[in-house]
T-cell receptor, first 118, second 111 residues
Framework: NAGVTQTPKFRILKIGQSMTLQCAQD?????MYWYRQDPGMGLKLIYY???????DKGEVPNGYNVSRSTTEDFPLRLELAAPSQTSVYFC?????????????????FGPGTRLTVT | TQLLEQSPQFLSIQEGENLTVYCNSS?????LQWYRQEPGEGPVLLVT???GGEVKKLKRLTFQFGDARKDSSLHITAAQPGDTGLYLC???????????WGAGTKLIIKP
């Protein structure tokens, strides 16, 4: 299994340009997530999906869009890039794992996409 | 203010020393996860703690969940350069168990 894959690894965009960050997982996970990580700020959830055809906003969704047409793929779209979107973007996936009535959802991460908007 | 406060933000020590990093909150959680992130990579799960007072060991790493399930600590014994990385704690948030993250402790172990 390749796990979670992301493309591209690096990208430089000009202000106002658009792009799609690709994410795919081959673990048959139901849940998928997009995060951004800024220096010293930890990870912030942008969007997530609990299954094909279902998406929901996270903590910082403005300026982004997602779709989930298949279990495997969860692309993130930036329509009008702004300098504030300069960050490292991580895609992750997980599945429910029950134990003694409690649920522990380990997340598996891709290697990230480093995006710079100038 | 962040839901999860991690301290210290940065720690640089010599190989062989012991260290403890903390993850604190005023909220109660059903479980808490610790991840390690190496430069240029995504976070990788180290452990999940579930029960108040629980202690879990992973080789030289010891994780403890506070009795009241509001805080957690990670203790590393005889740190090695391979322990270098960003240590992140995270908790699950309803309704779909998405994770909320602390800002992390950046750990550097010098040979």
């Amino acid at each position: 299994n390749a796990g979670v894959t992301q493309t591209p690894k690096f990208r430089i965009l000009k202000i106002g340009q658009s792009m799609t960050l690709q994410c795919a997982q081959d673990m048959n996970h139901n849940y998928m997530y997009w995060y951004r990580q800024d220096p010293g700020m930890g990870l912030k959830l942008i969007y997530y999906s609990v299954g094909a055809g279902i998406t929901d906003k996270g903590e910082v969704p403005n300026g982004y869009n997602v779709s989930r047409s298949t279990t495997e793929d969860f692309p993130l779209r930036l329509e009008l890039a702004a300098p504030s979107q300069t960050s490292v973007y991580f895609c992750a996936s997980s599945f429910p794992r029950g134990r003694s009535g409690l649920h522990s959802y380990e997340q598996y991460f891709g290697p990230g996409t480093r995006l710079t908007v100038t | 203010t962040q839901l999860l406060e991690q301290s210290p933000q940065f720690l640089s020590i010599q190989e062989g020393e012991n260290l403890t990093v903390y993850c604190n909150s005023s909220s109660v959680f059903s479980s808490l996860q610790w991840y390690r992130q190496e430069p240029g990579e995504g976070p990788v799960l180290l452990v999940t703690v579930v029960t108040g007072g629980e202690v879990k060991k992973l080789k030289r790493l010891t994780f403890q969940f506070g009795d009241a399930r509001k805080d957690s600590s990670l203790h590393i014994t005889a740190a090695q350069p391979g322990d270098t990385g960003l240590y992140l704690c995270a908790v699950q948030s309803p309704p779909h168990y998405q994770l909320i993250w602390g800002a992390g402790t950046k750990l550097i172990i010098k040979p």
